[in-house]
């Protein structure tokens, strides 16, 4: 069973500061989603990464996806308030039609 | 542009009560999920759908049935309700299945049983 494991499983940081989120697994993953989810709300796609040591930038948020294919990092640069909420990562069970969710990094960003 | 719509959003029930937690997507994806949130943990992946007539099991089956009659539809029952199937229930709805299409996700139903 393929298995996505987040760290850290919590982080509190000050505004401005820079944080990285990780996204593991002993398995091969034909590509990977992160998702952010607000309070009272359902997970939204941020980004798609497909090819091994592919490096996708959205605004100050940078991720990268491993050169094996195993697992991925989500960069965030100077971090504001409005970045706070759970970060998932997900990618397809191999040969099946369902996803596998990582076990989530909750972020909260002070002003 | 509604995307995945579910219903109720809030529901308290009591052990041994019945339920129908409702799902609808007007974007004409083939495939269909239902997930459930603990909370601080991440999605647990319930039953899904590659199309109308077609379900499957996913990893915390028990105690829950779907039906898929309808492209848009993807309701799931609850039979008997316990106070483990309290949590978040979100549905998902993607339009491919080679893995790199967005799921998209509808706004949950709390349910809580007491």
């Known amino acids: 069973t393929q298995l996505l494991e987040q760290s850290p499983q919590f982080l509190s940081i000050q505004e401005g500061e820079n944080l990285t989120v990780y996204c593991n697994s002993s398995s091969v993953f034909s590509s990977l989603q992160w998702y952010r989810q607000e309070p009272g709300e359902g997970p939204v796609l941020l980004v798609t990464v497909v090819t091994g040591g592919e490096v996708k930038k959205l605004k100050r948020l940078t991720f990268q996806f491993g050169d094996a294919r195993k697992d991925s990092s989500l960069h965030i640069t100077a971090a504001q308030p409005g970045d706070t909420g759970l970060y998932l990562c997900a990618g397809p069970d191999s040969g099946t039609y369902k996803y596998i969710f990582g076990t989530g990094t909750r972020l909260k960003v002070l002003a | 542009n509604a995307g995945v719509t579910q219903t109720p959003k809030f529901r308290i029930l009591k052990i041994g009560q019945s339920m129908t937690l409702q799902c609808t997507q007007d974007m004409n994806h083939n495939y269909m999920y239902w997930y459930r949130q603990d909370p601080g943990m991440g999605l647990k992946l319930i039953y899904y759908s590659v199309g109308a007539g077609i379900t499957d099991k996913g990893e915390v089956p028990n105690g829950y049935n779907v039906s898929r009659s309808t492209t848009e539809d993807f309701p799931l029952r609850l039979e008997l309700a316990a106070p483990s199937q309290t949590s978040v229930y979100f549905c998902?709805?993607?339009?491919?299945?080679?893995?790199?299409?967005?799921?998209?996700f509808g706004d949950g139903t709390r349910l809580s049983i007491l």
């Open positions: 998902a709805s993607v339009l491919g299945g080679d893995g790199n299409q967005p799921q998209h």
